[in-house]
């Protein structure tokens, strides 16, 4: 089946977004806001690659330059949209997924490198559609990623079809360097390195992950659960 894409700079303008597929979910009368909101590094240490990471967000198969391993994930299905954006005027080759973080693989040199942050299982409220699942996600990177400079791609996964079937959920990847016109910037931005601000900006993204759930449910004319 076809599923929705965007690529587009941090700035996301409005006209770039592709339809969502419409698939609408029953309302119950007192829907909540999920708070849960994690984020892990995407490590060398422990045998992580930002490559692989790409291939199982996006559902697609890429080739890590630097391993030489390819990862295919096309069979897994149940990649609802895909995200991926940069800052203005970023190099061409930050436009390609695999291309993207390929690079980011070789600007992190060390053995040791955490070549990118991630957010698994990053919860919608499932009285959402498609399109609202969209929209809270596409607001949500611009907000808390693409305006920090940062290189990402996101992902919404339909539910397991094992598990609850109301449970779409979203993963997110982004670059600890900030992505410039020339290239990634020679430091990793400051929440990369420094645990008080590693800490203020995961405290703002869950903010603000609950601000725009919860509005977009209230669009909806849904109570909020306390």
């Given amino acids: 089946h076809h599923r929705p894409r965007l690529t587009a700079t941090a700035g ?52 890590d330059e630097r391993t030489g391993k390819l990862h295919d994930y096309t069979r897994r299905g149940g990649v609802e949209a895909v995200l991926h954006a940069q800052v203005k005027d970023a190099p061409d080759w930050s436009r390609d997924i695999a291309q993207a973080w390929n690079t980011v693989e070789a600007v992190e040199n060390r053995k040791n490198s955490t070549t990118a ?52 959920h979203a993963h997110v990847m982004w670059s600890e360097r900030p992505l410039t016109p020339d290239g990634f910037a020679a430091n990793k931005a400051l929440a990369a390195v420094n645990r008080a601000a590693g800490k203020e900006q995961l405290a703002a993204m869950r903010e603000r992950w609950a601000a725009l759930t919860g509005r977009m449910l209230e669009r909806k004319g849904l109570p909020l659960e306390a």
């Fill in 117 to 168: 942050k991630a957010i698994d299982g990053l919860a919608f409220p499932h009285e959402l559609t498609a399109e609202e699942r969209l929209r809270v996600l596409v607001d949500w990177t611009r907000e808390q990623l693409g305006r920090r400079g940062y290189l990402w791609t996101a992902a919404i996964h339909e539910p397991d079809k094992a598990g609850d079937a109301r449970n779409h």
């Fill in 12 to 63: 996301l303008p409005s006209g770039s977004r592709e339809a969502a597929r419409m698939n609408r979910s029953s309302t119950p009368a007192m829907p909540a806001v999920a708070f849960h909101l994690s984020v892990k590094p995407i490590s060398r240490t422990n045998g992580k690659s930002a490559v692989a990471k790409a291939a199982y967000l996006t559902g697609e198969k890429f080739r």
